[in-house]
Nanobody, 120 residues
Framework: VQLVESGGGLVQPGGSLRLSCAAS????????MGWYRQAPGKQRELVAT???????DYPDSVKGRFTISRDNAKNTVYLQMNNLNVEDTAVYYC???????????????WGQGTLVTVSS
């Protein structure tokens, strides 16, 4: 299973970016998908999650500014980020809980990360 992120880059404070993450490979099902981020010198933190049924969850730090969505037919998850500020600067990682074969336990997979820099 491979997760490939795209959409990172440099944006000014108050701007917007949309991240995408596409899963490929052989698997039975993708359960929860999510986005995490890691700023320099800090631990990786949760940004948003979305279940296979579309239930979303966000920490207070991004609630109201970030929106996670997914296209199950394309095995892709998106993160729309609005009103970005300098504290959002980080490497953003895609995560997916994947069931490779029916009846097997699911396991997490990670993308390689995409850098988001918010700066004037």
């Amino acid at each position: 299973v491979q997760l490939v992120e795209s959409g990172g880059g440099l944006v000014q404070p108050g701007g917007s970016l949309r991240l995408s993450c596409a899963a490929s490979g052989r698997f039975f099902r993708i359960n929860t998908m999510g986005w995490y981020r890691q700023a320099p010198g800090k631990q990786r933190e949760l940004v948003a999650t979305i279940s296979s049924g579309g239930t979303t969850d966000y920490p207070d730090s991004v609630k109201g500014r970030f929106t996670i969505s997914r296209d199950n037919a394309k095995n892709t998850v998106y993160l729309q980020m609005n009103n970005l500020n300098v504290e959002d600067t980080a490497v953003y990682y895609c995560n997916a809980d994947v069931l490779i074969r029916y009846r097997d336990p699911s396991r997490p997979y990670w993308g390689q990360g995409t850098l988001v820099t918010v700066s004037s």
